[in-house]
């Protein structure tokens, strides 16, 4: 089984930066396209970044493009957000996720990861 453990949330000011990471055991990593994603109260989950299995592509929803960047070590099994120019919107848990399926660079839909972690909270305040 693979398990995915998040860290690095926590509450911040707007305007400042976060570094969330995912760390991930059970398969090879390397064999895993990595997603981020967010829920805020009420809302639906959504994608946030993605990242192939390589690293060497990625994607990024509109709303945190040029403000989030997404990476991975696969010699360190894990992946990372890195989020500056934090917003008070930005405030929501965030959840990486893995799949281990497919044969595209990334993905983005909620129904096409196979693994979760717990999520960690991330909260801007204005």
């Known amino acids: 089984q693979v398990q995915l453990v998040e860290s690095g949330g926590g509450l911040v000011q707007a305007g400042g930066s976060l570094r969330l990471s995912c760390a991930a055991s059970g398969r090879t990593f390397s064999s895993a396209a990595m997603g981020w994603f967010r829920q805020a109260p009420g809302k639906e989950r959504e994608s946030v970044a993605a990242?192939?299995?390589?690293?060497?592509?990625?994607y990024y929803a509109d709303s945190v493009k040029g403000r989030f960047t997404i990476s991975r070590d696969n010699a360190k099994n894990s992946v990372y957000l890195q989020m500056n120019s934090l917003k008070p919107e930005d405030t929501a848990v965030y959840y990486c996720a893995a799949t281990y399926s497919g044969s595209y660079y990334y993905y983005t839909r909620v129904n096409d990861y196979d693994y979760w972690g717990q999520g960690t909270q991330v909260t801007v305040s204005s």
């Open positions: 990242i192939s299995r390589s690293g060497g592509n990625t």
